[in-house]
Each structure stands twice: as structure tokens, then as C-alpha cells.
């Protein structure tokens, strides 16, 4: 079973940054789309960011200009920049990894913002 891990997390105060990364357990075909979702106490899950294979990436629009999302197919890696931390930014974050054949998600880290 294929498992996905998350690093990065923890306590940063606002205006801060963080850099969260996930990484495939072992080795799995090229995904075709990488990306992190959220979910805050209280609030559904929702797309954080998402880069396809051929490197188009999507942005929510409260985190545009803020957050980066980069990869790393063959090591099937992806990674969020995260810069001017704001505390509605707190959140579980999970990074998800798919294709047509499969669609992989990470147990989450905790990302809090405040001073």
C-alpha cells in the first residue's frame, strides 16, 4: 500500500513561512496531477493548490501570490511554499497524488498561525 507523507508543518506566527513536502512511500507511476488541500476546523476541505504533469498550476484565490506549489515527478514529490502566513491559513494541509490509475493522499499536517 502506497502511503504518502507530509513534512513541514508546525507553529509559525503571521507574516511567517513554511514549507511543506510530500513524498510517495515508494516508487509509483508518474502522477498526473500533484497538489495540497486544507481542511480548518469546522470548514470543508478545499483545493490549496495543483500542478499538473505538464507544470499548469491552480491557485485558491485566498492564497495566490503567497503559496507555490512545485514537484518533482520522478521522485514523486511535491512541495508548498507557503510565505505571509496569515491565521486563516491554519489548517490540516494533505498533499494528494494522482492518475488514472490511482489517487493517493497523505495522512495531513497541522499548519497553525498565530502569534
Known amino acids: 500500500q502506497v502511503r504518502l507523507v507530509e513534512f513541514g508543518g508546525g507553529l509559525v506566527q503571521p507574516g511567517g513561512s513554511l514549507r511543506l513536502s510530500c513524498a510517495a512511500s515508494e516508487s509509483i507511476f508518474s502522477p498526473s496531477t500533484m497538489g495540497w488541500y486544507r481542511q480548518a476546523p469546522g470548514k470543508e476541505r478545499e483545493l490549496v493548490a495543483s500542478?499538473?504533469?505538464?507544470?499548469?498550476?491552480t491557485y485558491a484565490d485566498s492564497v495566490k501570490g503567497r503559496f507555490t506549489i512545485s514537484g518533482d515527478n520522478a521522485k514523486n514529490r511535491v512541495y508548498l511554499q507557503m510565505n505571509s502566513l496569515e491565521p486563516e491559513d491554519t489548517a490540516v494541509y494533505s498533499c494528494?497524488?494522482?492518475?488514472?490509475?490511482?489517487?493517493?493522499w497523505g495522512q495531513g499536517t497541522q499548519v497553525t498561525v498565530s502569534s
Open positions: 494528494n497524488l494522482r492518475s488514472n490509475r490511482y489517487n493517493y
Open positions: 500542478m499538473t504533469r505538464d507544470g499548469r498550476t
